[in-house]
């Protein structure tokens, strides 16, 4: 296969994660920014975040030489 | 309207960007036609799983179904445990070694393999025409939502889509499209994922649903568990909110619509037959099963959440239109009052005033059921993922159309009727103009479905009649040898015929006579347009059927060793044993089919 497409999932949602955790964190408190009382744009930001750093993780194992 | 902040314009142009840039890093890999119309033969299974289902994951999906999540109850979700799930394990078992181990390049091209030329030419004309006229039709949609709820520009809405859709099947061909499907499909599966989430727990979990949605059925006139139970009320058309008889769903959906769809529709079959090997093109329906099957709760429950939510319970004021009509409070659903919670009334185009049906009640606009719930709940940041998301669906619907059209163009019709013989680098470059042409025409059948909504509605019910009758073909061509290219061709005809005519002596209860049917003289009438539907496709079907297998009896069938590789019986079984057992297709499938019934059985 040309490109592990691993690593641009891996890299979007890294950086999306970052974002939304970043922003999310800013207007902590700020209202209209908890929907349901879930400060849903750090926690959803930091999940995406986990998912992005693991689709790295496993794109990055794939191209490891395997051992003799 | 609603007004984005910065971080939501950034979440889009953080998509665009990488939506173009894996377009710009797989261009260096496309050699050859080849490489660019079906990615070389060489994505894995789980890669090309998740394009298969992400093909499918267009506007009408996330839109179409949470719309009728709201109209009809999860007994929506029969669009993909009946209507989605037996199909696609059949494909994956019985079909596609047919489709792949005859290394046609398109499902039309299959059809010349087993039938002859006049079957194929059939079948790439219709499908070339239909393609890019749904990629218009989904255009449309899309640019017409975004200036309704954000107020941008239809025409630049569209153009930016289209040309960014444009832009990376230009570069990387089908790969390209499959790898951003791939993107495409993380991304709606994420940002709608937290719709429900919130949707839920602002209405008390699912048992708050099952309350709020069982005063909403009776105030309908149903049994209280007519929306969240999915067979219970089957029984008869006038019991349940969909107007449609088990045997009617079971066999019209089911089976031809179904059928029909998933395993002829060269839109979905073309992700499988770029898998790397026979028992990788065998997974790929299999594995694009299983998020298949999760999707009720990803698209439905949204609509239905939509129509019970109160409107002051996110995080924006609740919209006029949406205020004026709803009466989700618990006081007035409990005084009996149909609720209609986010779920805005759809407008007269002319005047502005709420629509209203025969009876003065007024008409809800189910189609921004899910656009609302995003907006209720979404704070800024998660409201540009989740237009993101909506966007994405309604990319990978369009790519998947254009990437479609651009090999049965230059395939089927191009190599097979203008310019046989050329150089391949010939074909590839037509490849990229076809690309370039396929994204124009759906934008021109935007402006056409902007200009003259009944033209569209009458090229999707034209679309109907050509789609209801091709599985009977193709599975008496797989596995009846006997089968002739002379009925194929007559058949596929006479079963288009037989639905055209069905659908114009038919009428759907409280249907004006027109596109809806009844244009021949109303015949019977059905409780609803998906009864009707239904019942169409089944008559198409079955006319189909008995007319291909009549022909066939009386024309001489091509010799045996003509059809090796094409048809049951002369083909031999493909072996999986380069895969483990539990990635076996006949593993998946048992799988998947087991977790089917549990999901039909605990939604009963």
Same mark, same amino acid.
């Given at each position: ?6 690593l641009p999932i891996g890299g979007f949602f890294s950086l999306l994660g970052l974002l939304l955790t970043g922003y999310g964190w800013a207007t902590l408190g700020t209202p209209g920014t908890a929907p349901a009382g879930v400060p849903i744009d750090l926690v959803w930001g930091a999940a995406l975040f986990v998912f992005g750093v693991?689709m790295l ?12 | 309207m609603t007004t984005l902040g910065w971080v939501d314009y950034a979440v889009m142009l953080l998509y665009f960007a990488f939506v173009l840039g894996i377009g710009a ?34 506007a009408?999906?996330v839109i ?75 255009l449309?949609a899309m640019g017409k939502l975004l200036n309704l709820l954000l107020g941008w520009s239809f025409d630049l809405s569209i153009l930016v889509a289209a040309g960014v859709v444009l832009a990376y ?7 390209? %499209?499959?790898?951003n499907?791939?993107l495409q499909f993380f991304l709606i599966v994420l940002g709608f994922a937290p719709l429900v989430f919130l949707g839920?727990r602002a ?10 949605? +069982? ?17 219970? !009320? ?54 694009? +099963? ?12 949204p609509?239905?959440?939509a129509?019970?939510?109160?409107p002051t319970s996110g995080v924006r004021a609740a919209a006029p239109g949406v ?19 986010i779920?805005p ?23 921004l059921?899910t656009p609302m719930l995003l907006l209720h709940f979404f704070p800024a940041g998660l409201l540009g993922l989740g237009l993101t998301a909506l966007l994405a669906s309604f990319m990978s619907?369009m ?63 034209? !679309?109907? !009649? ?8 193709? %599975? ?17 005809? %006479?079963?288009?015929?037989? +639905? ?36 169409? +496709? ?67």
């Open positions: 296969m040309s490109l592990d497409v691993r693991a993780a496993l794109a990055r194992r794939a191209r490891k030489p395997s051992n003799p | 890093a797989v261009r260096r890999y496309v050699h050859t036609s080849e490489d660019f119309f079906l990615s070389g033969r060489a994505i894995p299974a789980w890669v090309t799983g998740l394009a298969f289902v992400s093909a499918n994951l267009g009408q999906e179409g179904m949470g719309a009728s999540g709201a109209k009809y109850g999860i007994a929506t979700s029969h669009f993909y445990w009946v209507g989605a799930i037996p199909a696609m394990v059949f494909i994956g078992l019985f079909m596609m070694p047919f489709y792949y181990g005859s290394r046609a390049r398109s499902v039309p091209e299959y059809l010349k393999l087993r039938f002859d030329e006049k079957t194929r030419a059939l079948n790439a004309v219709s499908f070339a025409i239909m393609t890019v006229f749904s990629s218009g039709i989904s449309y099947i230009f570069l990387g061909g089908l790969t390209s %499209a499959i790898y499907e791939v839920l209405v008390g979990g699912w048992s708050g649903l099952v309350a709020r949605l +069982a005063d909403h059925a009776t105030a309908n006139g149903f049994a209280p568990g007519a929306y969240t139970r999915s067979w219970a !009320f089957m029984g008869h058309a006038s019991t349940n909110p969909v107007g449609v008889e088990w045997f009617g769903l079971v066999m019209g959906l089911g089976f031809v619509l179904s059928f029909g769809y998933w395993c002829t529709d060269f839109l979905v079959v073309q992700r499988a037959m770029a898998a790397n090997s026979m028992t990788a093109a065998r997974r790929t329906p299999l594995i694009a +099963a299983f998020p298949k099957m999760l999707f009720p709760f990803l698209v439905i429950l609509g239905m959440l129509l019970v939510v109160s205020s004026s009509t709803s009466t989700t409070s618990p006081t007035s659903i409990t005084s009996g009052a149909p609720a209609a919670g779920v009334p759809k407008l007269d185009p002319r005047t502005g005033a709420p629509l209203r049906d025969a009876s003065g009640a007024v008409v809800l606009d189910y189609d059921a619907g790519a998947g159309n254009v990437t479609a059209f651009n090999t049965v163009w230059t395939y089927d019709l191009y190599q097979s009727y203008v310019r046989p013989g050329a150089p391949d680098a010939h074909y590839l470059a037509m490849g990229r103009f076809a690309t370039l042409a396929g994204v124009a025409i759906s934008i021109a059948a935007a402006y056409v479905a902007a200009s003259f909504n009944n033209i569209m509605d009458f090229l999707q019910l034209v !679309f109907a !009649f050509v789609n209801a009758p091709l599985f009977a073909t193709f %599975a008496l061509g797989m596995f009846w040898k006997r089968t002739t290219g002379h009925a194929a061709f007559t058949g596929l005809v %006479a079963g288009t015929l037989a +639905a055209a005519v069905h659908h114009g002596l038919s009428l759907p209860a409280g249907a004006a006579v027109g596109v809806k049917g009844g244009y021949l003289g109303v015949v019977t009438t059905f409780p609803s347009e998906l009864a009707q539907t239904f019942w169409t +496709a089944i008559v198409a079907w079955t006319t189909c059927f008995v007319v291909t297998i009549l022909v066939s009896l009386v024309t001489r069938p091509r010799a045996p060793e003509q059809l090796r590789g094409l048809v049951y019986g002369l083909t031999p079984q493909p072996v999986d044993t380069a895969v483990s057992w539990f990635q076996r297709p006949v593993t998946l499938a048992v799988v998947v089919l087991a977790v089917t019934v549990i999901l039909n059985a605990v939604f009963f």
